[in-house]
């Protein structure tokens, strides 16, 4: 998790959210951070752009025995990328009762109709990542 938080403060004007996936061994096979302002893609969540990029390495779409690391609960968006590629576990710090599909709002991950269902661990270094988010927004609203 504290790599993914290094990968959020990366994320320059947008909004600090970082994600890496690890392997069955552990080695780190991607990380990103979230990059809608960058590219001006709306799907550019930090957890769709380390799916794709971990895909490569792996040379396929399931990442069954990945771990998916990042710092803010994921949205439904991706936590049904989430669910799609099959990621064993997925770990996130800050809950996000607004938008979040990992037990906030809604529970796209363990949700039992679906085929699919990571291992799921929330609240880690939770405080580091929500001072992440909440510097990001008091910066935001003081420039406005
Ligand atoms: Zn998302």
Known sequence: MRRA?????GAGADVPIGAVILGPDGTELAA????RELTGDPTAHAE???LRRAA???DGWRLEDCALVVTVEPCTMCAG???????GTVVFGAWEPKTG???????VLRDRRLTHRPEVIGGV???ECSALLREFFRGHRRSE
């Open 5 to 9: 938080v290094e990968v959020a403060a």
């Open 32 to 35: 990103a951070h979230n990059e």
């Open 48 to 50: 769709m752009l380390a």
């Open 56 to 58: 490569v390495p792996l």
């Open 81 to 87: 990328a989430i669910v799609l590629a099959r990621v």
């Open 101 to 107: 599909a990992a037990g906030s709002l809604w529970d």
């Open 125 to 127: 270094l939770e405080e």
